[in-house]
């Protein structure tokens, strides 16, 4: 009696705040099998919801009279009446939707009747495009992932320990990852979108915030072109685009009678193979030839990224005498990757529709808002809110992962588990270095690994190159960190012992760093080839492409956003710099014709010096601007959304003579202009980069003080947009002035997709030109093609200098 006098009192609280009664039920077909995410909605309102996978369904409703619509892909709508003055179960049975043929005509040419129907639609999208300038709603919004199968061990980790730390079965299956959000979601033509998370629920992450967005999940297929970035690297054409009817093939399947609206049921196939569209099922609606609804998927021909297939499932509903709205959409993907396989599915649920909202001035600006008390909501809560019932799994994993997490931030178990990570290995120390960690204090010790520490150079010999570093966690809320970290070097040939200090600080929007010490350091100060490369091309192939100095220093620095897009940074260093010899001349292998040059790259011949012993002062000034006032605000942070327009920069640097010894007196100004991936449709992104610069004052500098360029003359090399395949690393330095420019294409496939091996492998088409002008090189040119696979870029360049070929090599990009 006590439990019953306790439920019932809960239930009498509840009910009355909320002024809220349940509809429930379960959806089923005739043979008495659960109809999935079929939609329920309220005739003539945008109030409704979805069944869950098992065709169970809750709708909250004030008391009154309604009449309540049922619908599912496939099957006849059916309706009911009812009157609702306290929780009432309902339960309904869908018939199949039968789409007849009888009445349809094939014309005289034998073209199916489907193209005048998807022409009529094709002539109608940009009308739907544009139909509503402005609305808000509420979305509501369920992602899904589970692990199919996964392999005993991975990467030598033990999966089936992973396996119980994320709460899945002995054979290492299970849901990865659960979630629930509510958001408002606001938009005004032709691109601004404003989404304010209500509600976070995330599983097994008490203080996590769901990665759900209703911006990621928006589809419209009244777009010529729907960008999946994530899933394909080719926009994908929709069936009723301009140009479908290249890429199409249609065939009508019949068609029904629904609310007294006649719907065309048509079959949308992809014209050949690796084409990026859509396989599936697009209903259109008679004498208006909008979308009723759809049911469409994409599969690996289409040279998709990780998933074998996605599915998405729109359905509309009118939310006035005009206008059709999406009531839910549902996507669904399974696929693989190394051994694992994944399935799931997000599911979004729109209600509440205003087309003629009032909007503040700036609402815009911020495209995300997510505050600190999202994730605060009750299971009370999500018991009144929740449109989509939960299954009996993911009600199983609702209790079981909230405990877990509730036992993972707990002391004793952040320590047990830093106990057993933190024991020393052997292997570690010399392969993969060492982190000791303190989960609870948010500290890590990070030791380097051997192995990586040792490398080789013609100045130092043989040298050991070591470093430490500590990093804690200082505030938790705006995920703000302090490291500091230190370096020991010594090289065994030249005996010279250096070692330096530094340390990152946050300080408000900004980051003070510092580093003092001594150093060997590469004399292109943007550091072209690393350690490990030369380290290889030296001991095996006799070629000794870094060149050095050693320098004491100390060097002060701040960098941050001042406001909106515009970010800046300043630096001071003093330098005592020092040019060294060469000591060593061993190599494991030496290739014939190969011989180490000095380690003067303007005089490869001579070991003499390039530059005396000097000292420099100097002050650096950078500061850029992306045009960004869009941004999305966290509970930690706020982060700017990148701009369609170009990023614009300016650098001053200038050396100032006779403070604390300086030798330099120099003025050097530049500015550059960069954008990445712009969009170019169907033909892949387009990525450039310009600048250029001029030395106002040269009356007294180093080589180190030059104007540098990031060149490459070896095989392996890591790109970037405002780097050269062939430069030489150090020869075309300048010390007066500069005009650079680099121009990247990605075709995404477009040229080599039909090509059914290429395909399968998911290359890229690149194309790449480099442009230099400087003093004593005149209008250098390198033009690159060639593929990528996921970042790994193989590549073949030429050089050209005033028309005349220099140079042609392959080169390998290893910057995954």
């Known amino acids: 009696m006590k439990l019953t006098l306790s439920l019932l009192f809960t239930l009498f609280i509840t009910g009355n705040i909320f002024g809220q009664i349940n509809l429930t039920g379960k959806i089923k077909d005739e043979q008495s099998n659960p109809v999935p995410f079929a939609s329920i909605y309220l005739k003539n309102t945008t109030i409704g919801t979805s069944a869950n996978s ?53 014309n005289a040419t034998g073209e199916d009747p489907a193209y005048a129907i998807m022409r009529k639609a094709i002539k109608k999208r940009k ?297 020393f290995k052997f292997g570690n120390l010399i392969m993969g270095g060492v982190n000791i960690r303190n989960r609870y204090q948010k500290e890590t010790f990070h030791y380097d690994p051997i192995v990586g520490s040792f490398l080789f150079n013609t100045v130092e010999g043989f040298a050991f190159n070591y470093g430490v570093s500590f990093t804690k966690q200082i505030d938790s809320v705006t995920n703000r960190f302090v490291r500091f970290g230190a370096h020991v070097r010594y090289g065994f040939s030249n005996h010279l012992l250096n070692g330096n200090v530094n340390a990152t600080i946050p300080a408000g929007d900004f980051r003070l760093n510092f580093t003092g010490g001594s150093d060997v350091v590469d004399l292109n100060n943007r550091v072209p080839i690393s350690s490990s490369t030369n380290t290889l091309y030296s001991l095996f192939d006799r070629q000794n492409y870094e060149k050095l100095y050693q320098k004491d220093f100390v060097n002060i620095s701040v960098n941050g956003r001042i406001s909106g897009g515009w970010v800046g940074s300043a630096g001071i260093e003093w330098a005592n710099r020092k040019w060294l010899p060469n000591t060593s001349s061993y190599s494991i292998i030496s290739p014939g014709g190969n011989n180490y040059t000095s380690n003067n790259p303007l005089n490869p011949a001579a070991d003499v010096p390039l530059f005396p012993e000097n000292q420099s002062f100097k002050v650096t000034l950078r500061t850029s601007y992306d045009f960004s006032d869009k941004y999305e605000t966290y509970p930690n942070r706020r982060r700017y959304i990148q701009s369609p327009y170009p990023t614009i920069g300016f650098n001053y640097t200038k050396g100032i003579k006779n403070i604390l010894g300086s030798d330099v007196d120099y003025d050097l100004v530049s500015a550059d202009i960069t954008k990445s991936d712009i969009p170019m449709g169907m033909y892949g992104k387009t990525s450039f980069y310009a600048g250029a610069g001029k030395f106002l004052n040269a009356n007294s500098l180093y080589f180190p003080d030059y104007k540098q360029f990031s060149g490459n003359q070896v095989l392996f090399y890591q790109g970037g947009i405002s780097k050269f395949l062939l430069l030489d690393y150090y020869r075309f330095s300048t010390y007066t002035e500069y005009v650079e420019g680099h121009f990247e294409h990605n075709f995404s496939g477009f040229i080599l997709n039909k090509l059914p091996l290429i395909r399968k492998l998911k290359l890229q088409e690149i194309l790449d030109v480099n442009y230099l002008s400087t003093p004593n090189l005149k209008n250098y040119t390198e033009v690159g093609v060639g593929v990528e696979y996921f970042g790994f870029r193989v590549m073949y360049g030429r050089s050209y200098n005033s028309g005349s070929n220099i140079h042609s090599a392959l080169r390998i990009d290893l910057a995954l």
């Open 54 to 106: 098992e065709g169970e369904y809750t709708l909250q409703l004030k008391p009154g009279q309604y009449e309540v619509l049922f619908k599912a892909v496939g099957y006849k709508q059916e309706s009911r009446k009812i009157d609702i003055k306290a929780g009432l179960l309902l339960n309904v049975i869908l018939k199949p939707e039968a789409y007849l043929l009888n009445a349809v005509n094939i």
């Open 127 to 423: 009308t739907y495009l544009n139909e509503v300038k402005e609305y808000t709603c509420e979305v509501y919004i369920k992602g899904l992932q589970k692990l199919l199968d996964a392999p005993k061990r991975f990467l030598g980790r033990d999966m089936s320990q992973l396996g119980r730390e994320l709460g899945l079965d002995s054979n290492r299956r299970g849901i990865i990852y659960l979630s629930e959000s509510e958001s408002k979601y606001s938009y005004q033509a032709p691109d601004n979108v404003h989404e304010e998370m209500i509600s976070s629920k995330v599983s097994g992450r008490n203080r996590a915030f769901s990665f759900n967005r209703a911006t990621d999940l928006k589809v419209n297929f009244y777009e010529n072109l729907e960008h999946w970035d994530e899933i394909s690297n080719r926009p994908l054409v929709s069936p009723i685009a301009d140009d479908a009817m290249l890429y199409y093939n249609y065939k009508l399947l019949g068609e029904s009678v629904e609310n007294g609206e006649t719907i065309y049921k048509v079959r949308v196939k992809p014209r050949r193979d690796y084409d990026p569209c859509f396989n599936g099922t697009i209903y259109i609606l008679k004498d208006s030839w909008r979308i009723y609804g759809l049911d469409l998927y994409i599969t690996k021909k289409a040279n998709i990224n990780f998933a074998d297939t996605v599915k998405v499932n729109q359905q509309f509903f009118p939310v006035n005498n005009k206008a059709w709205m999406t009531s839910s959409a549902k996507f669904d993907f399974v696929g693989g990757l190394f051994g694992f396989r994944f399935g799931g599915y997000f599911i979004c649920i729109y209600k509440n529709y205003d087309l003629t909202p009032t909007f503040q001035k700036k609402e815009f600006q911020e495209v995300m808002r997510i505050t600190r008390e999202v994730n605060k909501k009750d299971s009370l809560y999500w018991e009144q809110e929740r449109p989509v019932p939960l299954t009996q799994e993911e009600k199983t994993d609702y209790i079981k992962k909230d405990k877990l997490a509730k036992h993972r931030e707990s002391k004793e178990y952040q320590d047990s588990l830093d106990r057993r990570n933190n024991k």
